[in-house]
């Protein structure tokens, strides 16, 4: 490992142990400090504040690590920007998260919003969210959209897995075979992602 990649791996461990010493007990405390901490160090694809406003932020991190200072993402300058032609795209998936949320925790409204913005963006979506890893994103979407998680019976990428979800409900079908098993593209949707 270089040593740039050590210092960022001890950025990111840094800063998600200074998270968790004073997460609130809220089942998303562990995801959302993941990103935070993977956003502080540079890493992922979120946009300034995770795709918050800042006043969303500032509540997030007060549900969730009280005494923490919102601060702690630093500047936001560099941030890569939501982009405007895609506002729409991101709104679209947001109320599809929205619809299908559990009910349980406000923060479930913070997470379709990151959810969201993290689709918008090019990699993995797990990877594009700061997570350390794919489970992280299921525990996330079995928790916060068990509804909409229960649907992805064969383990379909999430990205891939929600723009299908907006596609079916506008009665687009864009699948090349009858079924997913025997279509050319079967790799790119199911299977691992690290």
Same mark, same amino acid.
């Given at each position: 490992?270089?040593?740039?990649?050590?210092?960022?791996?001890?950025?990111?461990?840094?800063?998600?142990?200074?998270?968790?010493?004073?997460?609130?007990?809220?089942?998303?405390? #562990? *995801?959302?400090? @993941?990103?935070?901490? &993977?956003?502080? !160090?540079?890493?992922? $694809?979120?946009?300034?504040?995770?795709?918050?406003?800042?006043?969303?932020?500032?509540?997030?991190?007060?549900?969730?690590?009280?005494?923490?200072?919102?601060?702690?993402?630093?500047?936001?300058?560099?941030?890569?920007?939501?982009?405007?032609?895609?506002?729409?795209?991101?709104?679209?998936?947001?109320?599809?998260?929205?619809?299908? #949320? *559990?009910?349980? @925790?406000?923060?479930? &409204?913070?997470? !379709?919003?990151?959810? $969201?913005?993290?689709?918008?963006?090019?990699?993995?979506?797990?990877?594009?969210?700061?997570?350390?890893?794919?489970?992280?994103?299921?525990?996330?979407?079995?928790?916060?959209?068990?509804?909409?998680?229960?649907?992805?019976?064969?383990?379909?990428?999430?990205?891939?897995?929600?723009?299908?979800?907006?596609?079916?409900?506008?009665?687009?079908?864009?699948?090349?075979?009858?079924?997913?098993?025997?279509?050319?593209?079967? $790799?790119?949707?199911?299977?691992?992602?690290?």
């Amino acid at each position: 490992m270089s040593t740039l990649a050590r210092d960022l791996t001890r950025e990111v461990d840094h800063v998600f142990a200074r998270l968790m010493v004073r997460a609130a007990g809220d089942g998303n405390d #562990r *995801a959302f400090a @993941s990103m935070i901490a &993977t956003r502080a !160090a540079g890493g992922g $694809a979120l946009p300034a504040w995770l795709g918050l406003d800042q006043a969303d932020f500032k509540r997030l991190m007060a549900h969730h690590f009280p005494g923490v200072s919102p601060d702690v993402l630093g500047s936001s300058d560099g941030a890569s920007p939501l982009l405007g032609n895609r506002l729409e795209e991101r709104e679209e998936l947001i109320e599809l998260l929205m619809t299908h #949320r *559990a009910g349980r @925790s406000p923060s479930e &409204t913070w997470m !379709a919003r990151v959810v $969201a913005s993290g689709c918008l963006a090019s990699d993995h979506l797990w990877h594009d969210l700061g997570l350390w890893n794919r489970a992280e994103l299921t525990d996330l979407m079995r928790r916060n959209f068990p509804e909409l998680a229960a649907r992805n019976v064969h383990d379909m990428k999430w990205k891939r897995f929600l723009y299908k979800q907006l596609c079916e409900s506008e009665g687009i079908y864009v699948c090349r075979a009858p079924s997913c098993g025997v279509c050319v593209d079967y $790799a790119y949707c199911f299977g691992p992602e690290d």
